[in-house]
């Protein structure tokens, strides 16, 4: 009896266990209810002129095609915000429209946030692109020490991206735990092999920027949350918050999975570990004031600018694969499919129940932000921006 009793004491364990280390997978699979009907869910806002009502037109048709809960686009030029709109739930369960101050999760789009910050570090000669971790964080150990902040910033560090890990549940990127300093979320990957000799290779991680958030504290003397806020956020006028957990957030959407005409709530994480690299929620407009500052030099010059948009060569000379800069990708794009070749600096982002994407257009002095509460990709993105910068770029012969 006693052997039964302790044979069924450990397979109850055994399954308690296994539930916690993979309770995403599990949670997945229960609480799914049917979509609301969102056929008659028209914008916030209607306008008058001509362009921005197709604008207006515009984001109808990418709802529809999105299926997600809330799409919130806006759009700056000239250093003005010159056209935004939403559409949809911020919140389904109450029957919450989302509204121009509804914040998404921007995921990966934190990065081009960051490089902001960056930049004013840059300008103030604080620091430097070639400046080595060992300068600034004296918590990093040897494999760390030497990368320069240029191989943090373009993932040529050789720094490993989200695994596995003896934490509940086992995966890093539905990470539920609070960090209470960038030393504690350093703590995840500060002891593990890089995964090739720095320059060599490109290798995308949000933890390069877990490192280079160490690097600027120290620059900068605040903590990275303070810091950003204090010299890029305020001067802006842009309400960014780092996200720890998004429950009692004002105004932060409610982030969905959406599948076959089902929704539910996504698995709940905490972002203290990557605030820099993927922990920032905003709204569009809050995208676009930043967009604007960084196309007009509002927080540092032009020289600054080129730094953080011209791609990093490799240690053979060659440019990374992504067109990786420092925060930024900088590619060209025939969005007209007329041959002419326009230059994009961009960053797309996910997050757990949401997708981002900021776009800036250098040429036409143009940015546009647009943000879901679904889970995705960026890549949705790319071509319902394009749709939407057609309007406000006039096609080139």
């Known amino acids: 009896m006693k052997k039964y009793i302790k044979t069924c004491s450990i397979f109850i364990l055994s399954l308690v266990l296994v539930y916690y280390l993979f309770e995403p997978i599990f949670l997945y699979n229960i609480g799914w209810k049917n979509k609301p009907n969102t056929s008659n869910i028209q914008p916030v806002q209607t306008h008058n002129d001509l362009i921005l ?26 250093n003005k915000v010159i056209w935004s709109n939403v559409i949809g739930y911020q919140d389904i369960e109450n029957e919450i429209l989302a509204d121009l101050t509804t914040k998404f999760r921007i995921g990966s789009t934190s990065k081009a946030v960051t490089s902001l910050g960056i930049g004013i570090l840059l300008q103030n000669n604080k620091l430097n692109l070639d400046h080595q971790v060992k300068q600034f964080v004296s918590y990093a150990e040897d494999s760390l020490k030497e990368l320069t902040l240029k191989q943090l910033a373009s993932h040529t560090s050789g720094i490993r991206n989200y695994g596995a890990c003896l934490c509940f549940p086992i995966w890093e990127y539905y990470n539920n735990d609070s960090y209470f300093s960038v030393e504690e979320s350093v703590s995840l990957f500060n002891n593990d092999e890089l995964l090739f000799t720095p320059g060599d290779n490109f290798s995308y991680s949000s933890y390069n920027y877990t490192l280079l958030s160490a690097m600027i504290e120290e620059a ?19 309400k960014f918050i780092v996200e720890e957990t998004s429950e009692t957030i004002k105004d932060a959407a409610e982030f969905y999975d959406v599948t076959d005409q089902k929704y539910k709530k996504v698995y709940p994480v905490n972002n203290s570990n990557k605030w820099a690299g993927g922990g920032f929620l905003a709204s569009p ?10 196309l007009n030099n509002e927080l540092f010059d032009k020289n600054i600018t080129e730094i953080l948009t011209t791609p990093v060569l490799l240690n053979n000379s060659e440019i990374n694969e992504q067109n990786y800069a420092i925060g930024w990708r900088n590619d060209t794009k025939d969005i007209f499919k007329n041959g002419a070749q326009i230059n994009i600096w961009h960053h797309g982002g996910i997050a757990n129940g949401s997708i981002s994407l900021l776009m800036l257009f250098p040429e036409y002095n143009l940015s546009i932000s647009m943000l879901a509460n679904k889970n995705g990709s960026s890549s949705d993105l790319f071509e319902n921006v394009y749709a939407i910068a057609k309007i406000f770029i006039p096609q080139k012969k």
């Open 220 to 238: 900068s003397g605040k903590p990275f949350p303070e810091f950003m806020k204090e010299s890029v956020f305020e001067p802006l006028h842009a």
């Open 53 to 78: 009502n197709k604008a207006d037109s515009i984001l109808k048709k990418i709802y529809k095609k999105l299926e997600a809960p809330a799409v919130s686009i806006a759009v700056g030029q000239n």
């Open 285 to 294: 407009t809050d995208l676009i004031k930043l967009g604007n500052a960084f």
